[in-house]
């Protein structure tokens, strides 16, 4: 994270030196400026992130940062999803959740999300605490929801990337079933990759066994930003 933290700076820095030396810019007010510079430093971000993180793989954060809309409108963005990260930790608490740019990452390690052995069942536990969630997404209906699966490395590759596309598959399916649009939706299967801790331990593999989630803006979310912006 410090990498695109530093990266976003420097842009932000190099932009607002173009922008306040500009004739045009000198005659606008601070409001004015500081979304111009916004956009276009998050037009910068969403290229370089996109480029670094849409290539497949980094899960949930590269779907996160890969959608920069920057400026009033993202600010507008970030508010909400500020007040939904807040929810969602107090409806699951010790869970990750991390506001990232105009999104939150969120992960649902083994504890929370648990499945049966090589098996794609939902266990009852695991559906209680999605059903913790389903409130939180009902209070939030203009989002997308990006649901990545991840196993361990025991087995075969291609055994776990199968069973971790079941798994992704079958959170969907369960959050659906509670009444949520499946069309806010999208699953993806990543098996083994994108470790978070080694392999080598019982515990190592316990947390690389993990949902994880990319909540981002849909485009109601967007457009209505961008309204409230040029109020």
């Given at each position: 994270m410090k990498k695109y933290t530093s990266i976003f700076v420097a842009c932000l820095m190099l932009l607002?030196?173009?922008?306040?030396?500009?004739?045009?810019?000198?005659?606008?007010?601070?409001?004015?400026r500081g979304a111009g510079?916004?956009?276009?430093?998050?037009?910068?971000?969403?290229?370089?992130?996109?480029?670094n993180l849409g290539k497949g793989g980094n899960g949930a954060l590269g779907a996160v940062l890969g959608g920069v809309i920057g400026g009033v409108a993202g600010g507008v963005i970030g508010n909400k999803m500020d007040k939904q990260?807040?929810?969602?930790?107090?409806?699951?608490?010790?869970?990750?959740?991390?506001?990232?740019?105009?999104?939150?990452?969120?992960?649902?390690?083994?504890n929370a999300v648990r499945f049966d052995t090589n098996k794609s069942t939902?266990?009852?536990n695991a559906k209680a605490n999605l059903d913790k969630l389903v409130s939180v997404f009902e209070h939030y209906p203009d989002t997308n929801i990006q649901i990545y699966g991840y196993t361990d490395s025991t087995g075969a590759a291609d055994y776990n990337l199968k069973l971790s596309e079941q798994r992704a598959a079958s959170v969907k399916s369960y959050l659906a079933g509670k009444g949520l649009a499946a069309s806010r939706f999208n699953t993806t299967g990543l098996g083994i990759a994108d470790p978070i801790a080694t392999n080598d331990t019982p515990d190592g593999r316990s947390k690389n066994r993990r949902v994880e989630f990319a909540i981002t803006a849909n485009e109601k979310m967007v457009q209505d930003a961008q309204k409230e912006a040029g109020k």
């Open positions: 607002s030196t173009v922008f306040t030396s500009c004739e045009a810019v000198k005659n606008t007010n601070n409001t004015q510079i916004g956009v276009a430093a998050g037009a910068v971000l969403g290229a370089v992130l996109g480029n990260a807040r929810e969602i930790e107090t409806v699951l608490p010790g869970v990750e959740v991390e506001r990232v740019g105009e999104g939150i990452k969120l992960v649902l390690g083994e939902l266990t009852s």
